[in-house]
C-alpha cells in the first residue's frame, strides 16, 4: 500500500534520520516532490537510506556516472531533489555509509555548508529587502500585504540556513582536526 507524508527539512541529516526511523517502522521511501515524501509498505528496517548533495543536478553526465557506480554496488537511487539525491540499500546486505574517508567527507560537508551560506545570504538579503520596501508602503499599495508576510519569512529561513551553515562549519573544522591527527 503507498501513503503519503508531508514534512518540510533544512537539515538534510534529520531527514535521513527521520528517512530511517520510517523505514524502520515499514515505510520504505518511493518519492519526494516539495515536502511530500511517498513510503510503500515494507518489512520493518528493510532498507538503510542516505541523502547526498551532488556537486551537478542527477541528469548531468558526471552525476549519472555517479549514480550508476552507486547502483553496480548494490545501492539504488530512490529520488532527487535539485542536487540532492536520496539513496537506500537493502539492511541485510550491511553497513551503508556514502564517505569512507575524512577527505570525502570533507568535500560533501564543505558543498553543504555552501549550499547553506549561499541560501542564508540571499534569503536574508531578500527579507531585508522586502522588510525596507514594506517600511516604505501605504495601506492602499498592493505589495503591502505579500511584502508584509514575505520579510519575516524570508529573514527566518536565512536565519534557519545561517544556523545550519555555521553547524557544518563546525563539523568541517572538527573532520579537518582528525585529518590532522591520522596525517601526524
Not at 529520488?79 to 553497513?95: C, H, I, L, P
Not at 551503508?96 to 574517508?101: A, E, L, M, Q, R
Not at 511584502?147 to 545550519?164: D, M, N, V
Amino acid at each position: 500500500m503507498t501513503s503519503a507524508r508531508w514534512k518540510f527539512f533544512l537539515d538534510y541529516e534529520k531527514e535521513e534520520k527521520w528517512l530511517n526511523d520510517m523505514s524502520a517502522k515499514g515505510f520504505a521511501f518511493r518519492d519526494y516532490c516539495f515536502g511530500r515524501y511517498t513510503f510503500t509498505d515494507s518489512e520493518p528496517g528493510e532498507y538503510i537510506y542516505r541523502i547526498e548533495l551532488l556537486q551537478n543536478y542527477p541528469g548531468h553526465p558526471e552525476s549519472r556516472k555517479y549514480i550508476g557506480f552507486m547502483e553496480a554496488n548494490g545501492v539504488e537511487a530512490v529520488a532527487s531533489w535539485f542536487a540532492w539525491v536520496y539513496f537506500r540499500k537493502k539492511a541485510q546486505d550491511g553497513s551503508f555509509d556514502i564517505y569512507s574517508d575524512i577527505e570525502s567527507r570533507l568535500i560533501h560537508f564543505r558543498r553543504v555548508a555552501t549550499t547553506y551560506l549561499t541560501l542564508g545570504i540571499l534569503a536574508s538579503l531578500f527579507g531585508l529587502n522586502a522588510s525596507l520596501q514594506w517600511l516604505f508602503q501605504t495601506w492602499e499599495t498592493p505589495d503591502f500585504l505579500p511584502l508584509l508576510l514575505a520579510s519575516p519569512l524570508l529573514l527566518c529561513l536565512g536565519g534557519a540556513c545561517l544556523f545550519l551553515w555555521n553547524g557544518k562549519r563546525k563539523t568541517i573544522k572538527r573532520l579537518k582536526q582528525e585529518q590532522r591527527l591520522k596525517e601526524s
